[in-house]
């Protein structure tokens, strides 16, 4: 009664700039030196999932910059998010943030972003990737995760868990897309050591423009502005957390991303609200930054009202005929 039928798949004809494998991270591993991984925009991988009718921690593809291109075996839905990117199947165009469906044989290609960078796509029922630490998320840094602890390559074949029968097909509403800008301010909750940086070096820090820099990727971004001075050069290496500001000798900021490693030995004036990584996480080299300072409670109910408001959002209804 069809229980024989293989699940489908997709074949890599072109991996595009950097392709991996990704689910909502690896937690809980610190303590054996790895580090979290993850989605660099975690609400636009949240969203892919959720317009196939998956969990948010299933595991689908993130892709910088664009030129992603697959084939399909099988019958299968899916769902593009993030960045604004040409999306195209079989050569024709098809909306991003809705469920299209794919047949046996068809291709999907994504263009170059024009906006953000960081592009999600996911699909129904999630891919067949074996967790490693409870993990899939890929950290090429660590070699793990994925199917080969590196960025997907030409020729690579991904099996879906399961053949999804095409369904209901949903989208989300324009009013509720995350925008993505060139410019962006930081929200960032100080540290325990932002008294070792002088009043003035802590308005340099908050009233100027920042850069980012050619060093930027999943580890971390690197700014360039005024230079940050702090009254101790270094510090014993401790545990560091996603968002953290670290100000090396140079005085250029660097904020820690998802691939960061696990300890460090640089003066940190503060965190950067998770919220507001992945606006930093959809910039590219030369776009401007600003820091904002809140307090901790402050980030709390920020997180709070995120989290409603991402449960109370609906999803319109599409008929088939409309993403076919």
């Not at 003035?200 to 502005?225: A, I, N, P, W």
């Not at 408001?309 to 993403?323: G, M």
Request: hydrophobic share 35%.
């Amino acid at each position: 009664m069809g229980g024989n039928r293989m699940s489908p798949s997709i074949q890599i004809l072109n991996p595009g700039i950097l392709s991996l494998i990704q689910d909502a991270g690896r937690y809980g591993q610190h303590s054996v030196g790895l580090t979290t991984g993850g989605p660099m925009d975690p609400l636009a991988f949240k969203w892919a999932n959720r317009l196939v009718g998956n969990d948010d921690n299933t595991s689908a593809i993130e892709t910088t910059i664009g030129g992603l291109k697959f084939k399909v075996k099988g019958d299968i839905q899916l769902a593009v998010t993030g960045a604004e990117v040409a999306v195209s199947v079989n050569g024709k165009p098809r909306p991003q943030w809705q469920t299209l469906n794919l047949s046996t044989h068809d291709e999907l290609e994504l263009g170059y972003a024009t906006q953000g960078c960081r592009i999600y796509v996911a699909f129904a029922s999630g891919l067949n990737i074996a967790p490693q630490f409870n993990s899939t998320s890929t950290v090429v840094r660590e070699g793990i995760g994925g199917e080969t602890g590196k960025g997907l390559q030409a020729g690579d074949e991904l099996a879906l868990n399961s053949e999804t029968a095409k369904g209901s097909c949903w989208q989300l509403p324009e009013s509720a897309r995350p925008e993505y800008h060139d410019s962006v301010t930081l929200r960032l909750i100080p540290g325990y050591q932002d008294h070792h940086f002088s009043r003035h070096q802590q308005r340099m820090f908050f009233y100027h423009e920042y850069k980012v820099s050619d060093l930027c990727d999943r580890m971390g971004y690197r700014l360039t502005g005024p230079s940050i001075k702090c009254d101790i050069e270094g510090i014993l290496s401790e545990g560091i957390c996603l968002g953290a500001v670290q100000v090396p000798k140079d005085g250029q900021p660097i904020v820690l991303m998802n691939d960061r490693q696990t300890i460090g030995g640089y003066p940190k004036i503060g965190s950067v609200l998770s919220l507001d990584l992945a606006k930093l996480a959809q910039l590219t080299a030369g776009c401007t930054v600003k820091f904002e300072p809140i307090t901790i409670d402050h980030a709390h109910n920020e997180l709070a009202l995120a989290q409603y408001r991402y449960r109370q959002q609906a999803l319109v209804a599409v008929t088939p005929e409309e993403v076919k």
